[in-house]
C-alpha cells in the first residue's frame, strides 16, 4: 500500500482552466503538506495542515486553494492555471505537529501548463 | 532564517567510486533535524535518515554513510562504492520550526 497517494500523477491542461489534485496518507498522521518542485529542482512549501487546521500559508497565490476534509486527506485546487505553474507538486505527511518529524512524500503530480 | 546550501550541483563518477555530497546548514536554534532525501529518475522523494542537532554520531548504512559536524554546521553524505542505481538528485534538508527548508540538491550521474 502506498503511504501517502496523490492523483493525478499527470495533468496537462490549458492557461485558464481550473484543476485539482487529490491526496491522500494511510499512515495515521496528522499533519500534511504541499509542496511545490520547480524546474530547476527546487522544493518548497506551499501549505501545511495539522489536523485539518491551515498551520502554514506561504506566499502563494490565492488562485491555490487547499482543502483539507479529514486529517487524511488534503486537496490542492487551482483556479485560473497560469504558465508559470507548470511543476511538479508534492503531497507529504508527518506524524503530528511537534516540527522535526520526518516528511513522507506521495510520489508527486507532474503539472503542465500549456 | 534557516537556509540549506548544497554547493555542488551536479558530480559525476564512475562506478565503484566513493562519493561525498556536501550539505551546510545555517540555524539560529539549538534543537533542530537534518534530513537527506533521494529522488531518483523515476519522481519520488525517498527519505534517507534524520538526525537530530543534538546527536553528532556519525552513522553508516550499508553503502551510505553520514558525518554530522555541528562546529562547521555541515551534515555530508557519502556513498561508498557507488553504482548506477545511485544515480539521483541528493536533497539536504533543516527542520526547526514546523517545516522544512531544502536545499537546492545536488544531482549524481554514477556512469558505469
Known amino acids: 500500500d502506498t503511504a501517502v497517494s496523490q492523483t493525478p500523477k499527470y495533468l496537462v491542461t490549458q492557461m485558464g482552466n481550473d484543476k485539482s489534485i487529490k491526496c491522500e496518507q494511510n499512515l495515521g498522521h496528522d499533519t500534511m503538506y504541499w509542496y511545490k518542485q520547480d524546474s530547476k529542482k527546487f522544493l518548497k512549501i506551499m501549505f501545511s495542515y495539522n489536523n485539518k487546521e491551515l498551520i502554514i500559508n506561504e506566499t502563494v497565490p490565492n488562485r491555490f486553494s487547499p482543502k483539507s476534509p479529514d486529517k487524511a486527506h488534503l486537496n490542492l485546487h487551482i483556479n485560473s492555471l497560469e504558465l508559470g505553474d507548470s511543476a511538479v507538486y508534492f503531497c507529504?505527511?508527518?506524524?503530528?505537529?511537534?516540527?522535526?518529524?520526518?516528511?513522507?512524500f506521495g510520489e508527486g503530480s507532474w503539472l503542465t501548463v500549456v | 532564517a534557516q537556509k540549506v546550501t548544497q554547493a555542488q550541483t551536479e558530480i559525476s563518477v564512475v562506478e565503484k567510486e566513493d562519493v561525498t555530497l556536501d550539505c551546510v546548514y545555517e540555524t539560529r536554534d539549538t534543537t533542530y533535524y537534518l534530513f537527506w532525501y533521494k529522488q531518483p529518475p523515476s519522481g519520488e522523494l525517498v527519505f534517507l535518515i534524520r538526525r537530530n542537532s543534538f546527536d553528532e554520531q556519525n552513522e553508516i548504512s550499508g553503502r551510505y554513510s553520514w558525518n554530522f559536524q555541528k562546529s562547521t554546521s555541515s551534515f555530508n553524505f557519502t556513498i561508498t562504492a557507488s553504482q548506477v542505481v545511485d544515480s539521483a538528485v541528493y536533497f539536504c534538508?533543516?527542520?526547526?520550526?514546523?517545516?522544512?527548508?531544502f536545499g537546492a540538491g545536488t544531482r549524481l550521474t554514477v556512469k558505469p
Open positions: 507529504a505527511s508527518s506524524q503530528d505537529w511537534a516540527a522535526l518529524n520526518t516528511i513522507y
Open positions: 534538508a533543516l527542520s526547526e520550526a514546523h517545516d522544512m527548508r
